[in-house]
């Protein structure tokens, strides 16, 4: 017999809520009556009181992905709710994920494939059968891989995770041969992810609020829109309201996560480094650091060195950093920064934050080393109610067909070379250009997947111009639900379904540091002649030869829930489509996972060596010249087994994507082999330093109820927000007699947009602030008020839309322009000028 | 207490019969209800009630959507929203949130109907049974806007004339014309959209949609006359019926508002709380 956990009391109650409601204790017209109300899992119509048919499913509005579950009625889906027996969702959902439907039902879907009429972009198409879309592909695609070519197919992708990575990527994409695959993490967050592989080796941090005491947030405003949203949103209101636990969030602006915040520390844009740095002296100098986290960490470039060693070497490294200089940079006052670095140190454990606005900037990377030394010197890491190590399913799947080539790739996707040194995600905002200059070569077929190049990366005229010239890209492909701005310039649409109608398994982080396996199900079938992607390639890999193995999406996470251990026990695919979720009931949290020693005989297996300058043991077999020594001998990391540590060999902090040791490492001895500190260290954003009087510097933000660029289709959504006038501080628009309402000119060296002021007091003076989101020039009725060529009449809202506003689209202004160390795109760096118009 | 807030045989022929007898008791200080009944076994219907914790509400309108999507809710009109109003002077600027909706209004003493309800021409009309969760009889009066025994204010579209005279009559806005559906009596007029609570819900044993989706749980619904439930813990500890001066929209309106407001940020003393809806005006969801 199992404990019952809190959770399972929940559930009962739910559960004994329903029974009292529909066993028949109660009749005549009206049940209701001091009864416990069940929280969910159940719906009814409001016109008939028939109850719909549930089905659970997961989310896909955002990379959050979380669990719900979808009602049903007479075949159509009408409701979306969170599942109530997600661990990680709680039964929540945001509004994105509500307004999912509105994916679905969008009168401008593209639901046949479609082939280019006219010239490119012109917007002419002809309807085609998938037969004549996938021969003529099949066609092309054939041909590069026979001509030992295949790298000149370049597959882009936005949005691929979980069971769609796999099937894509690792079955059909390797097995074609081709890794010219692009990405998008560079223009989300890239610089945090290549911040964390330098510190603590695989990305993703996971805040543990269920157990923390404190939190400092810099930039994240994970109240309103974050990678991991509903879990941790919830989380952390009930840490505040029901543990009274303090959040102090940094940010420009006066954010909904700033102004739900114990309180807001405004701050001046790309100068959290300098706060956080400032706030490491004070704890250091105060010694109130963390001694026994210090035996793992790196801070000199001895690996032996001892822990006073390291701590004479950080005091050392940050007596510069003094708050009086931080205040200077930064504008918050030095009294503050000391006073809640003293507070942050004192209260264990604490946890700190931060997103996009240390991320998005020039310093981006070297933000977050500042920020993980500010969590690990005071012993804030892998701890319950500290900055954690992501944790998510591993699940089992089939890998398609064992003999693979030697995949091929054009280098387009790092970036110029010598531009950024650690490219650990790639530099997509960089392809374009790349192709334009064509030094490294050109991919004839350009195909992209959940991704919009035009409108989600910077300087969008550039990127049309690419992209409508066929010289630069030969053919393009476009799989999409909707007609967007990138879309209108493909030669080729295959009209891929909505989230709402595939399968998948997925595994995104989960907040209690407990892994969770759940999967994605069709609440309808595909609408029109809408095809799954993932089946599509099962399709083509057939056509071309060589078969997956699998023939659908489906099959695929069939197979994966019977082999996965675990989900396979409790009942594989059937209890999956039934339940949703699986998550191992006696599992425990993955704390400290550090700390664990490896097993002698690990150390003893073939091939592995222990190398002195870092004091790592690893598996010279990965690397094909283990003689250049760990640091330098290129996959090295692949071959990490331990970290000898004294006279211990611990798992430590194990890398991934870049040859770090097993330390957690301030000091890293890859940044100084690219010429950079080796010290997490305070980099100035070179535009910011050079700005002249009237310069403002431009940020941009996101509001709660849309999605980065994907969700201005929904009717719901855009009907709360159709419009992004550029903030300003009061102090600021007086000084350019600009008033609210007034049109207004944002110029930056790329090209200027024209747009409305809003003067604001949540906002610091010397910025404006214009969100993403709006001003699309395609994507439908509701998101620009333009008809696209394929789009139906078929939705009620067409004739009630009431909005003629379409927002401005900062990117326009926002030149394409890599963070030097991680290639992250600097969305919050551009300094602009602001006039009236 | 019981007696002094009885409805007089009058009052329940004019219509709040027995809605307003339930409804009474839920105006006494929450745990204090069924001790001063005593032992008589009076027909007892819930009073259902909404606290909006404003120390868990983000803005993120979530409810907003769940609303849409639970009824099929028209563009341009809307059951619930979550308003925003930026307050204060740089850098001690504040963002208080306001969640709104039918405040379900008990309705003023002396009558115990609310202004909806009075000004509705096609009200009372057929005899309606509630039947309480005891199994006991509860008689009331439906109509094209009534009050159920529940305190619900709902509407039954096959009487209603659309003349519009409930939207004038709220102050919060919450009604509006759906012109999607036409009145029962008058198919050149709109019928009326408004919060029902999610009766058919809540009436089949599940909370609103509003409640459900709730990411911060801001939203906490039940039955004030249970001192057990939530909504009456949170009224205790946070004195909400006590001093509903305090903790409801629009106190001089003396609609006496069944949703009340745990309020850190003096939300209830912003303009977006503080204003009253006139004539056709009906509250509309903003983003900023």
Known sequence: MQKITRRDLIKLGVASGVVLATGGIFKGNALAGSIKLAAGNKDFSPKTGVERKMIPSACWSCVTRDSMIGFVEDGRL???????????????????????????????????????????????????????????????????????????????????????????????????????????????????????????GKHYDNWDFDNTKFVLNFGSGCLESHTNS????????????????????????????????????????????????????????????????????????????????????????????????AEKISNVPAAKIKSLALEFAKTKPACVINYRGTAAHYNGTENERVIQMLAAITGNIDNPGGRCRGVGAKWKYPKGPKKKPKGKKLKILDGFPGTVAYPTHHVSHQVLKMIKDGKAGRPEVYMWYCYTPVYANG????????????????????????????????????????????????????????????????????????????????????????????????????????????VKEAGGFEYMKKQGVWHDPKAKPKYFEYKKEVKGEDLKKEGVIFDEATGVYWNSKKSKKPDAGYTKAKNAYKGYVGQKIGDKVYKGFKPDKVNKSGYFELYSELLKIKGKQPLPNFVPIPEHEKMGAGDLILTTYKVPVQIHSRSANCKWLTEMYHDNPAKINPKTAKGLGIKTGDKIKVKSKVREITTTAEVTEGIIPGIVAISHHLGHWEYGRYASGKKSPMATDNDSGLKEKWWKTYGVHPNWIIPNSPDPISGQNRYMDTVCKVTKA | MGDKFSATRRQMLKGAGAAGLAAAASLVPAGHAAAKRGGRSKAKAPRWAMVFDLRRCVGCRACTVACKAEYDVPLGVWNTVVNEEMVGRYPDTKKPFLPIRCNHCEGNKEDMIPPCVKDCPEYPKERQKYITPDGKKIRYRDGATYKRPDGLILNINKYCTGCGKCIKACPYGARAFNKRIKSGKDSTKNGITKCTSCAHRIDKGVVPACVNICPGRARVFGDLNDPNSEVSKLAKEFNLVKERDKTTLLPGEDTVPMNFYIDPDNALKTKIATRKYTENESFSCKVS
Not at chain 1, 176 to 198: A, D, F, M, R
Not at chain 1, 280 to 297: H, P, V
């Open chain 1, 78 to 200: 009408v409701k979306l709710e969170g599942q109530l027996d997600s661990i990680r969702g709680l039964g929540k959902l945001c509004s994105k994920g509500a307004a999912g439907i509105n994916q679905l039902y969008d009168p401008g879907r593209i639901l046949y494939p479609m082939k280019r009429a006219g010239k490119r972009g012109e917007g002419k198409w002809k309807r085609i059968s998938w037969d004549d879309a996938l021969t003529e592909l099949t066609g092309r695609l054939k041909k590069l891989r026979d001509e030992g070519h295949p790298e000149k197919f370049m597959f882009h992708y936005g949005r691929m995770k979980g069971s769609s990575s796999k099937i894509v990527k690792s079955a059909f994409l390797s097995t074609y041969g081709t890794k010219t695959i692009g990405n998008h993490t560079s223009i989300c967050e890239v610089s945090k992810w290549t911040g964390q592989e330098l510190t603590w």
């Open chain 1, 230 to 325: 509903i879990p941790l949103l919830q989380r952390l209101v009930a840490a505040m309201v029901e543990r009274n636990v303090k959040c102090v969030t940094f940010d420009v602006r006066l954010s909904n996560t700033a102004a739900r915040s114990t309180e807001w520390v405004p701050i001046r844009p790309g100068t959290d480094g300098a706060v956080a740095l400032a706030m490491c002296k004070e704890i250091m100098d105060a010694g109130l650091y963390d001694k026994e986290f210090f035996k793992f960490i790196k801070a000199t470039p001895n690996p032996n060195a001892s822990t006073d060693e390291k701590v004479a070497a950080l005091k050392k490294h940050l007596a510069p950093y003094t708050p009086e200089w």
């Open chain 1, 459 to 566: 300087d969008c005229q550039e990127n049309i111009d690419i992209m409508k010239d066929e010289s630069l890209i030969p053919y393009s492909v476009c799989v999409n639900a909707y007609y967007d701005e990138s879309a209108a310039l493909a030669d080729m649409i295959l009209p891929n379904p909505s989230y709402l109608e595939w399968w998948d398994w997925e595994d995104m982080v989960s907040p209690t540091q407990v892994p969770e396996y759940y999967i994605r199900q069709p609440f309808v079938k595909p609408l029109g002649e809408s095809r799954d992607f993932k089946d599509v390639v099962c399709d083509l890999a057939e056509r071309m030869g060589f078969p997956l193995g699998f023939k659908s999406a489906e099959e695929f996470v069939r197979m994966s829930c019977e082999k996965t251990p675990g």
